[in-house]
């Protein structure tokens, strides 16, 4: 699939990654740029999907056609301008086609969650408004007929893949390849009316609801404007330049910001393919084949590749973990020097090669990321260590930092002075600074979204008369203007003893362990700090076969002696990067294993730690009696 070279230029080098500023496609409105990018680049590829084990290109003609004959179908059933279109889907292609084509028609696109129950399809569709539904499949459908009954302003149901459901006779549910049937027709009969609905929308319109993930409370609706994601498009590729020969993973939730602003939009705005995956499973295997050369993900996404190759070399040969050794030590000494801004020199740049012939193209090829330019990671804070191990085998990581209502990304680490630790300096396109009397870092400028939806006391709670976004994160910021995160407001932790405690930067450290998925410190008032973890379970079962560590589920592997002592153990590890009173004394596994679906997690996987605290309130005692 791919006929790029299969590696990126050497990590000292950091030229090839460069903002590229010379991309220009017209348009003030989202579905503006989307047909101006289409006629502009016509047959090259825009979007691959794997379908029965081979890939199937888009061209931007294709889906340009398939998007015209979706927003006819939407006009032909009555669908207005203003009015609120809804998308129950994991990622998949036709998630893009319904979102352009409901924008294209002077609509309001808004995404759901596919792990969220039928309550949260019901209150989310409610307080949208919401009057065509797009879901995925038989499984996201029964959601939406459960809720039907209550929803009087849904009036049609489109479901993408009818697998299961050929026999199904509703009048209200339709398959999307009849809406574009439809749409076909409609458009032959109103010719003009498709470019009149494009050129009615207008930059200061809704076009997007992104829910936040409700960690306390009911999810609220974040509006976005088409001028804001327009300007943030643009304004990224002075963050995290790409173009049309770039190939990128699609995977992440279209219905959260990162990938609808950040992979969608951009790609749209930048013209680089985007590569859909199988299904959230498949993200290991698909990265391989795909090889991106961007690669944005999480940084649950990169522990567990890391994690991954630390398993992998246990089982590897002396001489192979030998190598791996020297290789890894080039590489950390290369980066250190990078990351001091100090020059390198031949000498090392030879041992580099040597290096990445003897093992670091291999971990790279392991992961999926040999052609990578730089990879971005954001969403949730990642671990220092982690940012210099990736930088060792060659590939820089660049840490930006952002949240629904910036538009994604307002702050970015660049390629050439990365700081482990740090979120970069503001983004061109938006002001960034710390409030003196909170710590609390503050955004303004377009990109800032337009408030709540239905919320107007919560919209004033978040954004000042001065037209500051409270991002309700504390930070500080260096002399270069690089900020970092010190928590958020309300997690900050002040013990029994009066210390200031940052739970995160504890949190990141065990994350940075194979065996251990998430965390979650606890010590508010407390006399010391305890724990709550999360394993790893394949790294953990892998590591209890090993070790002939008897287990029949999930459970029972959680309360093993062995496995105790081996977290016990990673605690142990980093109570040494601490003082003591910022050492954690207690700990317990969680003994349920979790998926999306559970409420103890967010949709990106994170844990929420109010609710997780809440409902263990119990054992939380049980450590501190």
Not at 88 to 95: A, D, F, G, K, Q
Not at 171 to 187: E, F, H, I, K, T
Not at 273 to 284: I, K, R, S, W, Y
Request: net charge negative; proline share 5%.
């Amino acid at each position: 699939m791919n006929t790029k070279a299969a590696t990126s230029p050497g990590l000292w080098d950091m030229s090839h990654i460069q903002p590229r500023r010379d991309i220009v496609v017209p348009g003030e409105t989202i579905p503006a740029m989307f047909w101006n990018a289409a006629r502009m680049r016509a047959d090259k590829v825009w979007m691959r999907q794997k379908e029965l084990g081979i890939w199937k290109s888009w061209t931007w003609r294709q889906t340009a056609g398939a998007v015209a004959e979706v927003a006819g179908g939407l006009m032909a059933i009555g669908f207005a301008a203003g009015e609120c279109a809804s998308i129950l889907s994991n990622t998949v292609i036709e998630w893009v086609l319904a979102d352009l084509a409901v924008l294209s028609c002077g609509g309001v696109a808004n995404g759901i969650y596919p792990t969220d129950a039928p309550s949260q399809v019901h209150y989310l569709c409610e307080d949208s408004r919401t009057t065509v539904l797009f879901v995925e499949d038989d499984e996201q459908l029964d959601k939406a007929l459960e809720v039907r009954a209550d929803l009087p302003l849904l009036r049609r149901i489109v479901v993408f893949d009818m697998e299961g459901l050929r026999e199904l006779d509703d009048p209200d549910v339709m398959s999307l390849d009849d809406l574009r049937a439809l749409g076909r027709d409609y458009n032959k009969a109103h010719p003009d009316a498709l470019e009149q609905r494009v050129a009615a929308c207008r930059p200061d319109d809704l076009a997007i609801l992104v829910y936040t993930s409700g960690t306390t409370g009911r999810p609220k609706g974040a509006m976005h404007s088409h001028h804001g994601l327009v300007y943030t498009a643009r304004g990224y590729n002075t963050l995290v330049a790409q173009d049309e020969r770039d190939e990128r993973m699609c995977f992440l939730p279209l219905c959260h910001i990162a990938e609808r602003m950040g992979g969608e939009y951009f790609a749209l705005y930048a013209g680089s393919v985007l590569n859909f995956v199988e299904n959230p499973e498949t993200v290991p295997e698909n990265v391989r084949e795909i090889a991106p050369t961007v690669f944005t993900a999480v940084p649950r996404v990169w522990e567990k590749f890391y994690s991954g190759v630390m398993i992998a070399l246990k089982e590897a040969s002396p001489l192979q973990q030998a190598a791996y050794r020297w290789s890894i030590g080039v590489g950390t000494t290369i980066a250190d020097r990078v990351l001091a801004g100090q020059p390198v020199g031949g000498l090392l740049r030879f041992k580099f090669r040597i290096a990445r012939w003897l093992a670091l193209d291999n971990v790279r090829k392991m992961i999926g990321i040999h052609r990578s330019r730089f990879l971005v990671t954001g969403a949730a804070p990642i671990s220092p260590d982690l940012v210099r191990w990736y930088l060792a085998l060659g590939v820089p990581m660049l840490e930006v930092w952002g949240m629904t209502e910036s538009c994604g990304a307002a702050t970015g680490v660049p390629a050439t002075r990365i700081k482990p630790g740090a979120i970069g300096p503001a983004a061109e396109y938006n002001e960034v600074r710390i409030d003196e009397a909170t710590g609390e870092i503050l955004v303004r400028g377009p990109n800032v979204f337009m408030g709540y939806l239905n919320l107007p006391e919560k919209t004033a709670e978040t954004i000042d008369a001065h037209g500051w976004l409270h991002t309700g994160d504390v930070g500080t910021v260096d002399q270069d203007g690089y900020f970092r995160i010190t928590d958020r407001m309300k997690d900050i932790i002040i013990t029994a003893g009066g210390k200031n405690v940052t739970p995160s930067e504890l949190e990141n450290e065990l994350k940075f362990s194979p065996y251990i998925t998430d965390a979650v410190v606890i010590g508010d008032a407390k006399p010391y700090l305890t724990v709550i973890i999360m394993i790893d379970q394949e790294n953990v079962e892998k590591f209890a076969q090993d070790h002939d560590v008897p287990f029949s589920n999930y459970q029972s592997l959680t309360r093993s002696r062995e496995v105790q002592d081996l977290i016990q153990s990673e605690i142990d590890r980093v109570n040494a990067k601490f003082a003591r009173v910022e050492q954690i004394k207690k700990f317990f596994l969680l003994e349920t294993q979790l998926s999306a679906e559970d409420e103890e997690l967010t949709p990106t996987m994170k844990l929420k730690r109010k609710l997780v605290q809440t409902k263990y309130a119990d054992r939380i005692e049980a450590m501190y009696a």
